[in-house]
């Protein structure tokens, strides 16, 4: 099973605008979100959205769980996927084809470097990825902490603000990437 995001992608970005109801599931960002949909190629056509499960290692404290919300057939046994919400923060988050295949995403907020902790070494990492010292393993999913389609001195600002919970944001310094639970 292929997929865009590549199965284990570790999502480094806000999961919400500065100011938006994060218990509204619609203004939650990320994937799995209708901005950020999933889409999984398989070598099976005619598959059903009865053929997928959700698994989240921890539910969304304000969202509760989650599940395929849309599901549609594209040509070439593609199938693209929106979630109730975008991956919950701090969570796994597995979808599987018929208890077989699967893909897997960690939403790790500030987790640039993806060592599995959010810390100050993020910012460094970040700051080295714009002056082209290194390539970010997961692009955009680890650089563009914004959303904004940008990576700039913005996203700075926006890890800084994910690492010390400002702007309406839990604060994730020191958090450490959570066990994958699911199956």
Do not use: K
Request: glycine residues 8%; contains cysteine; charged residues 15%.
């Amino acid at each position: 099973m292929a997929a865009q995001p590549p199965s284990g992608v570790v999502d480094a970005r806000q999961p919400f605008e500065p100011g938006a109801d994060p218990s509204d599931p619609s203004q939650r960002q990320g994937i799995g979100s209708p901005d950020e949909p999933i889409q999984i190629t398989l070598d099976v056509s005619g598959a059903t959205i009865d053929c997928f499960e959700v698994c989240e290692s921890d539910s969304d404290p304000l969202l509760g769980g989650n599940s395929i919300a849309t599901f549609n057939e594209g040509p070439g046994n593609t199938y693209w996927i929106t979630l109730h919400h975008a991956i919950a923060p701090m969570s796994w988050t597995t979808i599987r084809y018929n208890n077989d295949a699967f893909v897997e995403y960690l939403a790790h907020p500030a987790n640039v470097n993806v060592d599995a902790f959010s810390n100050a070494n993020d910012v460094l990492a970040l700051i080295d990825i714009l002056n082209g010292a290194w390539d970010p393993e997961y692009g955009d999913y680890s650089t563009d902490i914004d959303h904004s389609g940008l990576v700039n001195a913005n996203d700075v600002l926006r890890l800084i603000d994910l690492l010390n919970g400002a702007a309406s944001f839990e604060p994730y310094n020191g958090l450490e990437s959570p066990d994958n639970t699911c199956p």
